[in-house]
Nanobody
Framework: QVHLVESEGGSVPAGGSLRLSCLAS????????FGWYRQASGKQRELVAE???????NYIDSVKGRFTISRGDTKTTLYLQMNSLKPEDAAVYYC??????????????WGHGTQVTVSS
């Protein structure tokens, strides 16, 4: 099992910056992808950015050049640096860990989510 705890989000004006962090504990070695999702009010949850075990990163187009995902040195902490925030970035952000299973599948663990508010 993997337990994920996100840092508190926050409220920033448009154009501002915020950094989210997520601390993982438990079966860290089973994590194959580590990422951030978000869910705005009335919308589906979407992948924002992810980083693979090998260090490859993937971002949705709307945040490319503004957000940066990274891991801490011990690989138990995930960060999301968010710059030039826009009102449309406002959402509940969830930390996600995709893990490998003994039967060759994937199981996802989620944090409880943290609110990011961007005022125009």
């Amino acid at each position: 099992q993997v337990h994920l705890v996100e840092s508190e989000g926050g409220s920033v004006p448009a154009g501002g910056s915020l950094r989210l962090s997520c601390l993982a504990s438990g079966s860290i070695d089973s994590i194959i992808t580590f990422g951030w999702y978000r869910q705005a009010s009335g919308k589906q949850r979407e992948l924002v950015a992810e980083i693979t075990r090998g260090g490859s990163t993937n971002y949705i187009d709307s945040v490319k050049g503004r957000f940066t995902i990274s891991r801490g040195d011990t690989k138990t902490t995930l960060y999301l640096q968010m710059n030039s925030l826009k009102p449309e970035d406002a959402a509940v952000y969830y930390c996600n860990a995709g893990t490998s299973t003994t039967w060759g599948g994937r199981y996802d663990y989620w944090g409880h989510g943290t609110q990011v508010t961007v005022s125009s």
